[in-house]
């Protein structure tokens, strides 16, 4: 599979490494000292994925995280040389699909980009002209499974991240349903996860935020306490 990756790292010798390494394999790589130099490369070209540290000079690698995630799909995988979950916490809430801690092992982070890289491929938006076939109806909102947006009552479109559209697939497939966090994680098969992950969390959040669900008394994602969670939407009206 060949990847077109920009990596946006300022320590030369970390940058200049995972560059080769990745031309190694066989993909296309790009490379960035800063965020100002990343989004340049971005407004160019089509790349597939994004490795970004979080500490960067000048604008920081959470800032253009949410930025990128305003108007774009691109797979983001942040790097931080801190064991600070609260850092990744943030970086999740931002809009990054996944993150790594330095030092990491170069083939660990290469399995991760493929198989990011492969599933914002394969959940990519397609053109108007797509069939809408797929499209799933749950209370009064609707989703175009070909083209990963949300659409609500008067066709308003809500673009998902691939971590929001798997959560959702999995939500949707298991509808009434109590699934712990473990199981929701095994449906998105995101990662490698720790214990006391709190990346479902996060994701049930952004969720909710895009569903107009609100958090103190939600109406379709609910949350089980000491259990997980339930989705539990309201019947589509017939017409």
Known sequence: MDI????????????????????VEQHQV???????EAEQILSGQDIDLVLLDIRLPGKDGLTLTRELRAGSEVGIILV??????????IGL?????DYVCKPFNPRELLARAKNLA???RATAPRDDTASTANIHRFDHWRIDLDRRVLLDEHDRQTPLTHGEYQLLCAFLHHSGQTLSRDQLLDQIKNREWAPNDRTIDVLVGRLRRKLKDDPANPGIILTVHGA?????PRPVPCH
Do not use: K, P
């Not at 790009?30 to 100002?36: D, K, P, Q, T, V």
């Not at 931080?80 to 916490?89: L, N």
């Open 4 to 23: 077109r990756i920009l990596i946006v790292e300022d320590d030369d010798t970390t940058r200049d490494c995972l560059v080769e390494y990745f031309r």
């Open 30 to 36: 790009f490379a960035a000292r800063s965020a100002e």
């Open 80 to 89: 931080t040389g801190r064991q600070d979950d609260i850092e990744r916490i």
């Open 93 to 97: 809430e931002c809009g990054a699909d």
């Open 118 to 120: 492969r599933r914002v």
């Open 228 to 232: 997980g969670y339930v989705f539990t």
